[in-house]
């Protein structure tokens, strides 16, 4: 059925038979409906699987998770059913019961559902994501720590023991760490994460508290308060999954931690920092599924879109990716080595850590501690008869120094600085040393950018306002009248925030000959950004206000995310 979908799918023109061929080897690689990875990859919009998967199947498309079911309808079928067969049930007409399901010609479920209902059943058709959204907000599939621990499977969670000269102490905190309980609360914090779709975990210890948090969509909330007597058990339990040093308490500790959950592999990047009153842990989750390496679904207006695609495919040359820790440029650098990457081209990275692995290309992990710098990594890359180099971040005059050289003598490097906008990304290398003319040279493209959390499609709504505030945003005078604000009102699919998602906001700025000469003479950051803008470059505010005019995103987001021109 996977094969002949995705053939109908490229028959009927709605997607292209690479586009099938990536989403069948991401399937391969991370479980699921072929379906799902489309819309997920950027290839297909949900509306139209919906449409396409009901013309297939004959039979009427629904959306479950936007509908008000009758808890009595709910409860007809068990939750452990519900999860096994992806499937909701959504309303009852006399003896006909209507279901959900994303495999409607599947007559063995629809048999079984009909035996265990003792009623007549009524198909319809819905996407994987939406069936899975129904169960989180119909069932409550995690609230049993027993529920969330039959979520991961049997060799989900690797232990190794770590030996230790503190014997007495250790053996205690090592099983309480092993305690059931303990155990339990650890996999529901990570599970937890993952449905409402984290970014970062963070567990923290204070003198008389003990708190989790969340990082969604940019913005931490505070999600339990576990006792204070788990306070070590729980940071131990994440020390022996992540192979880290429970005994070490003096010192920052890195480790990785891969678990599989529902035939998914999850990574959790772990840091244990040592404060004051215990230690602090964060986790970055890093999920493939949900990496983005299409450009056109990144937030690139279109001119930008083309100023940034000329820049990485000229044959040589450097191309600077600025912006905050937690900004997005690892993916906008992913998708530029996936637009990149061929047969015929020979592309090495030096990454710091590495979050994903892509096929095709030598990824590199440093290690500052035996040596292994970006200096050190980018000099054995020249070696290597590369044709593309990513560097991870350029941090120094000697990896600066380097990666020109590199970008001079035929190749293409990719690289990201931390700075607050495109401009003041040339005083930046010229502050570590790097001569002006190198620079000029050198340098294709910088571009700045920044995340801005998306109104929530379920709960969008128009929103009155003033024009004082528009112009004070930066509006010109002239467009306020066309501008129709939106906000989201709050709603279980945002867990009532108003925002899902997020999309970059950019400023991306090429090198004309112009801008050369600036950099020649020495001129200021807010000379070179005058000079780009009369160019046509958009600046990162101007690029919220046009996501604020589409309805993308609020007035808030727009003033947090950016600084006034």
């Not at 819309?39 to 509306?47: C, H, T, W």
């Not at 027993?146 to 007495?168: H, I, P, T």
């Not at 035929?410 to 990304?425: I, K, Q, R, W």
């Amino acid at each position: 059925m996977v094969q002949k979908l995705g053939n109908f799918l490229v028959r009927e023109g709605l997607i292209s038979a690479q586009q099938l061929e990536s989403a069948l080897q991401e399937q391969k690689a991370n479980g699921g409906m072929l379906g799902s990875h489309l819309v997920k990859m950027g290839f297909l919009e949900e509306a139209e699987l919906m449409e396409f998967l009901s013309k297939q199947f004959g039979v009427p498309s629904t959306d479950p998770s936007k509908l008000d079911v009758d808890p009595e309808v709910i409860e007809m079928i068990p939750a452990n059913i519900v999860m096994k067969y992806k499937i909701v049930p959504i309303s009852l007409e006399g003896q006909t019961l209507t279901i959900a399901m994303v495999e409607p010609s599947n007559i063995f479920i629809i048999d079984d559902i009909k035996f265990l209902t003792r009623k007549n059943i009524r198909v319809t058709v819905a996407t994987e994501s939406s069936i899975k959204l129904a169960m989180d907000r119909f069932y409550d599939t995690g609230a049993t720590l027993e529920d969330v621990m039959s979520e991961f499977d049997e060799d989900g969670v690797g232990v190794d023991l770590v030996e230790s000269a503190e014997e007495a102490d250790l053996s205690e905190l090592e099983s309480a760490a092993e305690q059931a309980p303990v155990v339990k609360l650890v996999n529901l914090i990570l599970v937890d994460a993952i449905k409402k779709m984290a970014s970062d975990i963070h567990i923290e210890t204070y003198e008389k508290s003990f708190r989790v948090r969340y990082r969604i969509d940019g913005v931490l909330y505070e999600v339990m308060k576990p006792p204070m007597k788990l306070k070590n058990a729980l940071v131990s339990r994440l020390k022996i999954m992540s192979k880290l040093d429970i005994a070490e308490r003096r010192l920052p500790q890195d480790g990785r931690i891969k678990l599989k959950t529902r035939g998914k592999e999850m990574d959790f990047r772990v840091s244990v920092l040592p404060t004051l009153f215990g230690e602090k842990v964060v986790l970055r989750l890093l999920d493939k599924s949900n990496l983005q390496l299409d450009m056109t679904k990144l937030g690139f207006e279109e001119k930008q879109l083309d100023d940034f695609k000329d820049a990485i495919h000229k044959p040589f040359g450097m191309v600077l990716v600025t912006g905050p820790t937690g900004s997005g440029k690892t993916t906008t650098l992913y998708s530029a080595l996936s637009e990149l990457n061929k047969a015929t081209e020979n592309i090495s990275t030096a990454e710091d850590p590495v979050e994903f692995n892509l096929t095709g290309i030598n990824q590199v992990q440093i290690h500052d501690s035996i040596g292994l710098s970006f200096a050190a990594a980018l000099r054995s890359f020249l070696r290597q008869d590369p044709d593309i180099i990513m560097v991870g971040e350029i941090r120094d005059f000697e990896t600066a120094e380097i990666a020109i050289k590199a970008a001079l003598t035929g190749h293409m490097v990719l690289s990201t600085l931390h700075t607050n906008d495109a401009p003041s990304t040339v005083n930046r290398m010229l502050n570590m040393g790097v001569e002006p003319f190198l620079v000029s040279s050198a340098v294709n493209l910088i571009l700045a950018q920044r995340l801005a959390r998306k109104i929530c499609a379920d709960c969008n709504e128009e929103l009155e306002v003033t024009k004082e505030t528009l112009l004070d945003l930066g509006v010109p005078e002239g467009e306020v009248g066309s501008y129709i604000c939106h906000h989201g009102t709050g709603c279980p699919n945002c867990s009532q925030t108003g925002y899902k998602g997020r999309i970059a906001l950019y400023e991306v700025m090429p090198l004309y000959e112009e801008i050369k000469e600036l950099v020649l003479v020495g001129a200021s950051s807010t000379e070179i950004k005058r000079e780009a803008m009369r160019l046509g470059m958009l600046t990162l505010r101007q690029s919220g206000i046009n996501k604020l005019k589409a309805g993308i995103t609020t007035v808030e987001e727009v003033i947090r995310c950016s600084v006034k021109d």
